[in-house]
T-cell receptor, first 109, second 115 residues
Framework: KQEVTQIPAALSVPEGENLVLNCSFTDSAIYNLQWFRQDPGKGLTSLLLIQSSQREQTSGRLNASLDKSSGRSTLYIAASQPGDSATYLCAVNHDKLIFGTGTRLQVFP | GAVVSQHPSWVICKSGTSVKIECRSLDFQATTMFWYRQFPKQSLMLMATSNEGSKATYEQGVEKDKFLINHASLTLSTLTVTSAHPEDSSFYIC???????????FGSGTQLSVL
């Protein structure tokens, strides 16, 4: 059974810091991995999608890497801003999407 | 981009009543839709996979008779919480798979509160 874990569970930082969020999964047989953002009481916003054959994807201040063999992905957020405050979820896809435990991020001015 | 519409966004009901949540793909055909449940400060847990024209596949521990899923068309899946109880209070989110781009799109979620 696929299990997805995220570390840290919560993070509070001053704005401007560069951040690394970690995601690990137990079964490396995945099609792809996605990072999502969720604001309180809201749905999900897809941030980055990495196919199993790829090593990383970038979008603006966000960079996600994937090491499928070791079952790990990281989301790098550069120059964090208060507007980045949200819960970040990674999810691995193999016919169905299994979500990680989430990292609650707070960036204060 | 593709849009998935989920209604209602929030619902309050009395214990023992049934509640239906709709999930529609607005500009693509979704042969597969997924239903998730999220308790406060927890991650999304997959409840079931809904395939158009066939029975849903439920995850272990999810009661199929309590959470009825119907996927009667390529653009609509419904989740009915039957005889709802306070412990069913949760945030429910659907997602739909657009096979043409092999991506999943999510609804905005439904907050269910059972009194």
């Amino acid at each position: 059974k696929q299990e997805v874990t995220q570390i840290p569970a919560a993070l509070s930082v001053p704005e401007g810091e560069n951040l690394v969020l970690n995601c690990s999964f137990t079964d490396s047989a995945i099609y792809n991995l996605q990072w999502f953002r969720q604001d309180p009481g809201k749905g999900l916003t897809s941030l980055l999608l990495i196919q199993s054959s790829q090593r990383e994807q970038t979008s603006g201040r966000l960079n996600a890497s994937l090491d499928k063999s070791s079952g790990r992905s990281t989301l790098y957020i550069a120059a964090s801003q208060p507007g980045d405050s949200a819960t970040y979820l990674c999810a691995v896809n193999h016919d169905k999407l299994i979500f990680g435990t989430g990292t609650r991020l707070q960036v204060f001015p | 981009g593709a849009v998935v519409s989920q209604h209602p966004s929030w619902v309050i009901c009395k214990s023992g009543t049934s509640v239906k949540i709709e999930c529609r793909s607005l500009d693509f055909q979704a042969t597969t839709m997924f239903w998730y449940r999220q308790f406060p400060k927890q991650s999304l847990m997959l409840m079931a996979t809904s395939n158009e024209g066939s029975k849903a596949t439920y995850e272990q521990g999810v009661e199929k008779d309590k959470f009825l899923i119907n996927h009667a068309s390529l653009t609509l899946s419904t989740l009915t919480v039957t005889s709802a109880h306070p412990e069913d209070s949760s945030f429910y989110i659907c997602s739909a798979r657009d096979k043409s781009v092999e991506k999943l799109f999510f609804g905005s979620g439904t907050q269910l509160s059972v009194l």
